[in-house]
């Protein structure tokens, strides 16, 4: 892909929009309906400062013409944002990779009304990498190791151990006891979609996500578990665990979604990633990296 003719701006990438089939009079048309939450008088602002941009560089301005199949660049701005008071931790770094430890509530990447405020803003502003990248994901509301790539070179190879699914990959987690079942055991189940925003939830049929759950330490109000995922659906850990009548301390989503809680940050979901293990396919070398946080 060309590069991009906006340069990063305090760790914020340009974002950038197909043209699709329609008819527009201008493309400030066009982005008042695309963006109907964004003011007409930012879009202006934007233009006039030459902060929109089709793909060859050339400026836009609001009469612009709408041409189907163009690539827009502009850069994704919040009125507001409400900062989250915690910080990740750099675990490692070398060429291609850097670790890092992330902190409960820290979105991975810009979405919604979250910008600035998400670890990979954070850390391309911290080391002027517009190329940063994750290599997988965590919630939001989950602590622990996720690794980023620094080079798009080296990038697919990383992936594929994802893909492959030969990372090791440790989970743990605070949940009330469960009785009844032998340590370890391996739950399995069909998950797919939710009926509401973000969620998922099972269903019968083949499944498709597996969990080893095992208990570190069972402590007076409940116990610390480790999980070790070997798929890696969304919000598997979390399903799992509420489909077992032992939903994750403070989760706000399993066994029933609660109302937002917007900033409140007082109750951390009791969730880590642990450990990562993996054989690096560049050198070979063992690969092991360890959350310093605790549940």
Same mark, same amino acid.
């Given at each position: 892909?060309?590069?991009?003719?906006? &340069? %990063?701006?305090?760790?914020?990438?340009?974002?950038?929009?197909?043209?699709?089939?329609?008819?527009? #009079?201008?493309?400030?048309?066009?982005?008042?309906?695309?963006?109907?939450?964004?003011?007409?008088?930012?879009?202006?602002?934007? *233009?006039?400062?030459?902060?929109?941009?089709?793909?060859?560089?050339?400026?836009?301005?609001?009469?612009?013409?709408?041409?189907?199949? %163009? $690539? +827009?660049?502009?850069?994704? /701005?919040?009125?507001?944002?409400? &900062?989250?008071?915690? =910080? !990740?931790?750099?675990?490692?770094?070398? #060429?291609?990779?850097?670790?890092?430890?992330?902190?409960?509530?820290?979105? %991975?990447? #810009?979405?919604?009304?979250?910008?600035?405020?998400?670890? @990979?803003?954070?850390? =391309?502003?911290?080391?002027?990498?517009?190329?940063?990248?994750?290599?997988?994901? @965590?919630?939001?509301?989950?602590?622990?190791?996720?690794?980023?790539?620094?080079?798009?070179?080296?990038?697919?190879?990383?992936?594929?151990?994802?893909?492959?699914?030969?990372?090791?990959? !440790?989970? /743990?987690?605070?949940?009330?006891?469960?009785?009844?079942?032998?340590? #370890?055991?391996?739950?399995?189940?069909?998950?797919? !979609?939710?009926?509401?925003?973000?969620? *998922? =939830?099972?269903?019968?049929?083949?499944?498709?996500?597996?969990?080893?759950?095992?208990? +570190? !330490?069972?402590?007076?109000?409940?116990?610390?578990?480790?999980?070790?995922?070997?798929?890696?659906?969304?919000?598997?850990?979390?399903?799992?665990?509420?489909? @077992?009548?032992?939903? +994750? +301390?403070?989760?706000?989503?399993?066994?029933?979604?609660?109302?937002?809680?917007?900033?409140?940050?007082?109750?951390?979901? =009791?969730?880590?990633?642990?450990?990562?293990?993996?054989?690096?396919?560049?050198?070979?070398?063992?690969?092991?990296?360890?959350? $310093?946080?605790?549940?």
């Amino acid at each position: 892909m060309a590069a991009a003719p906006l &340069p %990063m701006r305090d760790g914020v990438a340009p974002s950038y929009l197909w043209l699709p089939e329609g008819q527009w #009079p201008d493309l400030l048309s066009f982005l008042l309906a695309r963006f109907p939450d964004v003011a007409e008088a930012s879009w202006r602002d934007r *233009m006039a400062r030459g902060e929109v941009r089709d793909g060859e560089g050339r400026v836009l301005a609001p009469d612009s013409a709408f041409r189907r199949g %163009m $690539r +827009i660049f502009y850069y994704r /701005e919040l009125a507001a944002e409400t &900062p989250i008071p915690f =910080k !990740e931790e750099v675990l490692f770094m070398d #060429p291609h990779l850097l670790v890092v430890d992330k902190p409960h509530f820290l979105p %991975m990447i #810009p979405s919604g009304r979250f910008l600035h405020e998400t670890l @990979l803003v954070r850390l =391309k502003k911290q080391f002027n990498e517009a190329e940063l990248t994750p290599i997988h994901r @965590l919630d939001r509301e989950t602590a622990g190791v996720v690794i980023f790539s620094r080079r798009q070179d080296s990038r697919g190879a990383y992936q594929s151990l994802f893909q492959q699914r030969v990372i090791e990959k !440790e989970y /743990e987690a605070l949940a009330p006891h469960l009785h009844g079942r032998d340590f #370890p055991f391996t739950y399995r189940s069909r998950m797919v !979609e939710g009926d509401k925003f973000f969620t *998922m =939830k099972e269903v019968e049929g083949e499944p498709n996500s597996e969990t080893v759950i095992d208990v +570190i !330490e069972r402590r007076a109000d409940c116990t610390l578990y480790r999980l070790l995922p070997h798929t890696g659906r969304q919000h598997q850990l979390r399903v799992h665990l509420a489909a @077992l009548g032992i939903p +994750i +301390i403070n989760d706000a989503f399993y066994p029933v979604a609660l109302p937002c809680k917007q900033d409140d940050v007082s109750a951390p979901l =009791k969730l880590l990633a642990r450990r990562i293990a993996f054989d690096d396919p560049l050198t070979g070398e063992r690969r092991e990296f360890f959350s $310093r946080r605790s549940l």
